[in-house]
């Protein structure tokens, strides 16, 4: 079933830990993104790619960083966490326009990250 | 730069009554407007776009260029309608990442 998947669903995790979050993708789009939204409150990107090997930062400065070395997976991975990363990731992804498929964005279940 | 912004943090409205979720945006091209719903405990999904110009959920919303504005109505709210709402654009006809409102949280009454 086309879906976009996030793993692990809930992370708790210490200061100074490296931790990589997943994202991937059955629905053939091209497009992918990151938010990170606190509990009831606005999203923000934080990470876009358009395809495969592009990457650009979004408008929340953030001291994570992806990669997008196959069309479906779009991996977030924080080198050293902070208490100041605690909040939800959100993934989403689209297809662009022309590509026969709708182009609203779809979203994972998010993934909760608190560090300790 | 493109922004939106949502007035109310929120909005409380008994069963039945009408409902207007309000929308402004700021940029000067052809954005692309949507609406997306996040049910307790659920993904965020979309509810509407501006270009489909549908009615889901009883929900309607219709693009105001001249006040920019992309108001979300229901005539008549169900408790399930409760969420947490956010009106989101998309600069270049669809080409860029969403940018979202800082959401409006909608409690029906019963």
Redesign the interface.
Known sequence: EADIYQTPRYLVIGTGKKITLECSQTMGHD?M?W?QQDP????H?IH?SYGVNSTEK??LSSESTVSRIRTEHFPLTLESARPSHTSQY?C?SSA??GTGMS????????TRLTVV | AQRVTQPEKLLSVFKGAPVELKCNYSYSGSPELFWYVQYSRQRLQLLLRHISRESIKGFTADLNKGETSFHLKKPFAQEEDSAMYYCALSAHSGNTPLVFGKGTRLSVIA
């Open positions: 497009k993104y938010y009831g409150m606005e999203l990107l876009y979004g408008d959100l989403a662009s326009p182009t609203e964005a779809f979203f994972g279940q998010g």
